[in-house]
């Protein structure tokens, strides 16, 4: 079974439907022509194929030749399909022009994805044991993965899976082609803030008449930062970004109400108790400062993506032994982005890693990063993603069945 080989027969199939999810991407939950699209891809393979009931997910079922019917084994793959609501300032012939964009490559996952499967079905007589290919909508904040989960994708195989891979692009800090992971943390832990300051409005010419709330929610955005320099330990990182300010219509209005919204990322349960904590204490003490009210929403958006130590070891013997032994670059700190990845990791034991796929013509130190409108991903690392992702399962399912 030369899976590498077999991959990169499949190369130019799997960059061509990459950049034909690229072209149409979809935000959400509900992607349908993505998925439309993923079930033509997988169509006529010999695969169990479900559908989500309130999501657009895809999962697929292999059931391999060799598996153990006393005692089967399950692996699960996934892939997230994706996109974000930003408008695309690339100049890919094949960019989106519908004001959303593939900035964080997991059109290249889905991708991966397709061609794992292809790849597997083609060396089924081989597989000792059973493989789930999650097809998962909906990461960028939607939850998809909890989605998939409550709807049974970790029982798809009518027994709960026992390993569990995932997979990301990076657009930069990483050469092309080189995988990385470590185990333990590997991602933060994301809340999402949501505040509303409710003042009384007035003339703008007369501030002491009226109660400003945009005032008041400019000092609290700064106090948070103070709060993390001042209330958190340097060496247990918070982070605190406010992305969404909105007050106002008219420069000599103060309004009623001014609103932001923060993410909030942290690495231990320690400190997801003292945000808890400490937010809404410095908003409402900035709000009785000034005279007005706050409303604060703090919750848990994504937990801590923690990988299993031994199932990092294994990835990373899996990509030395079958792509290069320069190829894997292990993590020496946990990486910020936060991952709904997570949920399934909290169930199952399991290793998320990380690839490079910066362009060729550009320095992974000062490319454009995930998220942005003009990050670029290199489709030449497609093979070598389908062919890791395939060995994962295969490899691990014959340690299973040897022990």
Wanted: with cysteine.
């Amino acid at each position: 079974m030369n899976l590498r080989s077999d991959a990169r027969a499949l190369q130019d199939d799997l960059v061509a439907f990459r950049r034909d999810l690229h072209r149409e991407p979809e935000v959400g939950l509900h992607l349908p022509r993505t998925q439309e699209r993923v079930l033509g891809a997988v169509g006529g393979l010999p695969l169990e194929i479900g559908v989500g009931e309130t999501v657009s997910s895809v999962t697929g079922v292999l059931r391999g030749g060799r598996r153990d019917a006393n005692r089967p084994k399950t692996v699960l793959l996934r892939a997230d399909m994706d996109a974000l609501p930003i408008g695309e300032q690339t100049d890919e012939d094949f960019a989106s022009r519908n004001g959303a964009m593939h900035a964080c490559g997991h059109d290249l996952h889905t991708a991966a994805l397709v061609g794992a499967a292809h790849l597997l079905a083609a060396h089924r007589d081989g597989i000792a044991g059973d493989v789930v290919f999650m097809f998962q909508p909906g990461e960028e904040g939607w939850d998809g993965a909890q989605a998939m989960i409550a709807e049974g994708v970790l029982d798809a195989a009518g027994r709960r899976v026992d390993f569990a891979y995932g997979m990301h692009v990076l657009s930069n800090t990483m050469p092309a082609g080189v995988f990385c992971s470590k185990p333990g943390p590997m991602l933060s832990a994301s809340h999402t803030l949501s505040v509303t300051v409710r003042g009384a409005g007035g003339h703008g010419s007369a501030p002491h008449s009226a109660k400003d709330p945009v005032v008041a929610a400019a000092e609290m955005i700064t106090s948070l930062q103070t709060m993390v320099t001042r209330g958190f330990d340097a060496f247990d990182p918070v982070v605190v970004t406010v992305g969404v300010v909105q007050a106002g219509a008219r420069a000599n209005i103060i309004p009623d109400i001014a609103t932001f919204e923060a993410t909030v990322r942290r690495y231990s349960a320690e400190n997801a108790e003292r945000l808890a904590t400490l937010i809404p204490r410095v908003l409402q003490g900035v709000a009785a400062a000034h005279g007005v009210e706050v409303d604060v929403d703090f919750h848990v958006e994504y937990p801590l993506t923690v990988n299993n130590a031994g199932e990092v070891a294994f990835a990373q013997r899996v990509v030395q032994e079958m792509i290069d032994e320069d190829r894997y670059a292990p993590m020496d700190r946990p990486l910020s982005g936060s991952e709904d990845f997570s949920r399934v990791l909290d169930i199952v034991p399991g290793a998320f890693v990380g690839l490079g796929a910066c362009m060729p013509d550009l320095d992974p130190v000062s490319a454009p990063m995930n998220h942005s409108p003009r990050a670029r991903f290199s489709d030449d690392v497609l093979a070598d993603a389908a062919a890791v992702y395939a060995a994962l399962a295969v490899e691990r399912l014959d340690v299973e069945a040897s022990s």
